[in-house]
């Protein structure tokens, strides 16, 4: 299981921008860009919400309609991180964010995203939306 942890949230404005980013912590024996990365959002009460995947090649992009069009989901191999570039924000999109990968690393999820594909998860970061 690889290990990750994300960062980037904080608390913005209707209409403005945050970019979120995964890492594997050390990174010495796994590397993210190797596997599939998800990014998944929840608030109190509702289900976690799959919005976004990225092949481990980069060459295979899901989005949610819920941000399909505001969100980009890329990755920087220099830097071995995935990023989730949030855009337009809206009160909606206020929630805790976590990524995600699967068990295996040549394993490309369905779509929807369903949680139980997944078997690495962060901690979670904040994001917040104010009206």
């Known amino acids: 299981t690889i290990p990750l942890r994300e960062s980037g949230g904080a608390s913005v404005q209707a209409g403005g921008s945050l970019r979120l980013a995964c890492v594997s912590p050390?990174?010495?024996?796994?590397?993210?860009?190797?596997?599939?990365v998800a990014w998944f959002r929840q608030v109190p009460g509702k289900e976690r919400e799959g919005v976004a995947l990225?092949?481990?090649?980069?060459?295979?992009?899901y989005y949610a309609d819920s941000v399909n069009g505001r969100f980009t989901i890329s990755q920087d191999p220099a830097k071995r991180t995935v990023y989730l570039q949030m855009n337009s924000l809206k009160p909606e999109d206020s929630a805790m964010y976590y990524c995600?990968?699967?068990?295996?690393?040549?394993?490309?999820?369905?779509?929807?995203?369903?949680?139980?594909?997944?078997?690495?998860w962060g901690q979670g970061t904040q994001v917040i939306v104010a009206s």
């Open positions: 995600a990968a699967p068990e295996h690393s040549s394993y490309y999820p369905p779509r929807p995203l369903r949680g139980g594909d997944f078997t690495s």
């Open positions: 050390g990174d010495s024996y796994y590397s993210i860009l190797d596997y599939s």
């Open positions: 990225i092949s481990n090649f980069g060459d295979e992009i």
